[in-house]
């Protein structure tokens, strides 16, 4: 059984930072991609930052220059630097992986999600 768990979410004001964590456990026999998605409620899930295993990133438009993705292989996890946050910013974040579990075949999979709030 695969889980992702995620932290670091919490209440900052505009124009301050945070620091998401998402770590991988279970039978994992590899990762490929990981990344950061966000929802507001009423609203579809959007991709906010991914990277791939060779090290390419995405960002969204959106937070390009204020947020930065990065990865530990060692440790299955995956972290979201924040800056600069804007009241837009606020959302629900989720974390997500594809992942070969073991003995299974590769399956996306997602973290229970941490609330970011960015309010003055």
């Known amino acids: 059984q695969v889980q992702l768990v995620e932290s670091g979410g919490g209440q900052v004001q505009p124009g301050g930072s945070l620091r998401l964590s998402c770590a991988a456990s279970?039978?994992?026999?590899?990762?490929?991609?990981m990344g950061w998605y966000r929802q507001t409620p009423g609203s579809q899930r959007d991709q906010v930052a991914y990277?791939?295993?060779?090290?390419?990133?995405l960002y969204a438009d959106s937070v390009k220059g204020r947020f930065t993705i990065s990865r530990d292989n060692a440790k299955n996890t995956v972290y979201l630097q924040m800056n600069s946050l804007k009241f837009e910013d606020t959302a629900v974040y989720y974390c997500?992986?594809?992942?070969?579990?073991?003995?299974?075949?590769?399956?996306?999979?997602w973290g229970q999600g941490t609330q970011v709030t960015v309010s003055s």
């Open positions: 279970g039978s994992i026999r590899s990762i490929n991609g």
């Open positions: 997500n992986a594809m992942i070969e579990a073991i003995p299974n075949n590769w399956s996306d999979y």
């Open positions: 990277t791939f295993s060779g090290g390419r990133t």
